[in-house]
């Protein structure tokens, strides 16, 4: 079946300027994650949902960033005046259950690249 | 919270086998996943460990040590393909991952 799709692959956005990023999960899947992730870094947690519950968004950098998921499937990610440390990799993942083992594997979608100007 | 130490960078002769580390200090843990990550691509699932011992994927193998805060990859045959990253990150049960800055593998002919 048809893996976390996201869009758009690429955005540069002059800075200031808000952008939206679309996240499609794995069909069936409740729970969802937004990593953001820096040239030579490992993807750094954000947000998560379990289904359209915003259970934690401890990691959001700051109120600029903002993120839902109204329907419990697709979720969008909302950076407002956007600012040039925002540039980087975004990345969702969705994985089956919540809970403990490998049912929490997230599997990601290829992420948005993201470069504000 | 989650500290979680990696090399950065090895090169490999193609049918070599290669071992990648991984330590990590945690406030909690709930399983040690492995991810490959090729440049601008997804990061794609490898393996899952949360008991001690070796978990054998075919030409890939987990290793976990829970007292020792240590786990390692093993690319064993390796393959021009395999030049990527490979992630750690693990888990303490409230969902999120934590990972580590990634290992670069360089395959070479």
């Known amino acids: 079946g048809a893996g976390v799709s996201q869009s758009p692959r690429y955005k540069v956005a002059k800075r200031g300027q808000d952008v939206a990023l679309r996240c499609d999960p794995i069909?069936?899947?409740?729970?969802l994650f937004w990593y953001q992730q820096a040239l030579g870094q490992g993807p750094e947690f954000l947000t998560y949902?379990?289904?359209?519950?915003?259970?934690?968004k401890s990691g959001l950098p700051s109120d600029r960033f903002f993120a839902e998921r109204p329907e419990g499937s697709v979720s969008t990610l909302k950076i407002q005046r956007t600012q040039q440390e925002d540039s980087a990799v975004y990345l969702c993942?969705?994985?089956?259950?919540?809970?403990?083992?490998?049912?929490?594997?997230?599997?990601f979608g290829p992420g948005t690249r993201l470069l504000v100007l | 919270g989650q500290n979680i130490d990696q090399p950065t960078e090895m090169t490999a002769t193609e049918g070599a086998i290669v071992q990648i580390n991984c330590t990590y200090q945690?406030?909690?843990?709930?399983?040690l996943f492995w991810y490959q990550q090729h440049a601008g691509e997804a990061p794609t699932f490898l393996s899952y460990?949360?008991?001690?011992g070796l978990e054998e994927k075919g030409r890939f193998s987990s290793f976990l040590s829970r007292s020792k805060g240590y786990s390692y990859l093993l690319l064993k045959e390796l393959q021009m393909k395999d030049s990527a990253s490979y992630l750690c990150?693990?888990?303490?049960?409230?969902?999120?991952?934590?990972f580590g800055k990634g290992n670069q593998v360089v395959v070479i002919p």
């Open positions: 993942a969705s994985s089956l259950v919540p809970g403990q083992g490998a049912t929490e594997t997230q599997y």
């Open positions: 069909s069936g899947h409740v729970s």
């Open positions: 949902f379990q289904n359209e519950a915003q259970l934690d």
């Open positions: 945690t406030s909690g843990f709930n399983g």
């Open positions: 460990n949360v008991l001690d």
């Open positions: 990150a693990t888990t303490s049960g409230n969902n999120r991952l934590a």
